[in-house]
């Protein structure tokens, strides 16, 4: 009998050994499973990762490589961006938010549609989901966006470009203003077995060269008043400030001033690659930068009203990009005495441009005109009717705008005109490349190769950037601050691309 319950224990005890033992090894499968799962969800959580990091980086590049110098979308244009077409058809030259590039944009060739903000997506996604803040976004959660095959996984990227579209793209609670447009907003989303990580990544979609801000156009030296690449002088009694055309007219912003005289705003920046110099009286309502090895010095009572900086970064002058027009064969273009004259919107190549004395010209944009040798006389009036679009003139011989004469917008907005000399006057002193006594420029004038001087009592309300810059007594520049995000037109960087893609924020959505 006892034998027999000894032999029952034992029986029991082997039972709950091998319970034991069955659950011991269940709990290791369960947590073999477990981390099984963790481990696939982290490799697909990154492989999903990858796949939206690589779409973020194709699309950048799809984004930024019409910015070679040609003519990759086929207008007759060198691409820009923004080159003064109306290419989605809505009656007005393309805004920053009208962007082309060359029609396509992320992967697969897609081609672009607008979503109900005025953004670019590509076009079989126009019809994305709404979010909160009014965007149409697809996603890849949705059944109509298949997204592409992409590493054993699927793509979906887009992008939205924040612009004049009274919306708030920036989320600064606020409609968005000029210096918030110009820029774009690139999502990209990757799948790997149901896993979908999505990224965001905020552009600038005027590419800076090697050390320009976010939010330049395409160098430092277009957010200053006056930059000489080997000098920059003011003799006495100049002025260089600044003002917003968005804000009106300079006279109605100059309500500031300083020993006696007016001025507006005080972001009138000087700088060059070697020297800054003032005489007396002159004035920079400013700062004045040069590079280590360079100089700033002022006389007579002269001042720099802002920073003088002796080590700032040393700046490359941008090469000017050709439009295919200069290539055309020239015709001449002369008005006379007392007379006026009507220029078309289009392209044009002159040999020869003479507005005589007391004659008015008017110009309608958009418009691109390459010319060899430039000559308004005194009390030319050359008007530039940019409602259609802006105007750039471009210079490669003589520019002379003589005493009393105006080259400007209707509107007085210095965006809408662009002029670009590549004559070299310094070599060749023969050469005039001025803007003469009384004279009066609203624009933008970048001359590379030239000593340009703004003459006595003559102004130029925009910005001025040459190799050697002069401002002769009582002379003035007025930099409208609106300038800095918007694109120069027919430059880029040496090289003819920017040396990095212009990302200015990044964040995982998901």
Not at 158 to 178: L, Y
Not at 338 to 365: E, K, P
Request: net charge negative; charged share 15%; proline share 5%.
């Amino acid at each position: 009998m006892y034998r027999q319950n000894e032999r029952g224990a034992i029986l029991i005890i082997v039972v709950l050994f091998i319970m034991i033992i069955a659950g011991f090894s269940a709990a290791l499968m369960h947590v073999g499973v477990t981390q099984g799962h963790a481990t696939e969800l982290s490799v697909a959580r990154q492989s999903a990762f990858d796949i939206a990091e690589a779409g973020t980086s194709a699309a950048t590049a799809e984004l930024f490589k019409d910015y070679d110098g040609a003519d990759n979308d086929g207008d007759g244009l060198v691409d820009e961006g923004r080159d003064s077409l109306d290419q989605d058809g809505d009656g007005v030259a393309d805004d920053p938010d009208e962007f082309e590039g060359t029609g396509t944009l992320g992967c697969a060739g897609w081609s672009t549609g607008s979503d109900d903000t005025g953004g670019l997506v590509p076009g079989r996604f126009s019809s994305g989901s709404r979010l909160g803040n009014g965007d149409a976004r697809p996603n890849l959660d949705e059944p109509n966006a298949a997204g592409v095959p992409f590493a054993g996984g699927r793509l979906l990227t887009w992008v939205h470009f924040h612009g004049n579209d009274g919306a708030d793209n920036d989320g600064d609670g606020a409609v968005d203003e000029v210096d918030e447009r110009g820029f774009g907003t690139l999502f990209s989303e990757g799948e790997t077995q149901g896993t979908v990580v999505a990224l965001q990544t905020v552009v600038n979609l005027f590419p800076p060269t090697a050390g320009g801000p976010p939010g330049s156009p395409q160098s430092p030296i277009f957010g200053m008043g006056a930059f000489g690449d080997q000098s920059t002088t003011l003799d006495s009694n100049a002025i260089v400030d600044s003002y917003k055309s968005s804000l009106g007219s300079y006279s109605s912003q100059a309500t500031n001033r300083f020993r006696g005289n007016p001025f507006a705003l005080a972001n009138g920046d000087v700088g060059s690659n070697s020297t800054v110099g003032l005489r007396s009286n002159a004035v920079v309502h400013g700062d004045a930068s040069v590079p280590s090895g360079g100089s700033v010095s002022t006389a007579g009572n002269s001042s720099i009203q802002g920073t003088t900086t002796t080590n700032a970064t040393r700046q490359s002058m941008p090469v000017v990009v050709m439009p295919p027009v200069a290539s055309a064969a020239p015709t001449s273009f002369a008005v006379g005495s007392n007379g006026s004259a009507t220029i078309s919107s289009g392209n044009y190549h002159y040999s020869s441009f003479l507005a005589d004395s007391n004659s008015t010209v008017t110009i309608n944009g958009p418009a691109t005109l390459v010319i060899d040798d430039f000559r308004a006389d005194s009390n030319t009036a050359m008007r530039i009717n940019s409602s259609g679009g802006p105007v750039t003139i471009i210079g490669t011989g003589r520019f002379d705008l003589n005493s009393n004469a105006s080259l400007s917008p209707n509107n007085a907005n210095a965006k809408d005109l662009a002029v670009i000399l590549t004559g070299d006057n310094i070599a060749n002193p023969s050469l005039v490349v001025a803007i003469d006594s009384n004279s009066g420029l609203v624009g933008r004038v970048y001359a590379p190769n030239a000593r340009l001087t703004v003459n006595s009592n003559a102004g130029v309300t925009g910005q001025v950037i040459a190799k050697q810059v002069h401002l002769d007594s009582n002379g003035a520049i007025h930099f409208d601050e609106d300038l800095l995000t918007q694109p120069f037109p027919n430059v880029a960087p040496p090289g003819g691309k920017p040396s990095h893609f212009p990302t200015t924020g990044w964040e995982q959505l998901r």
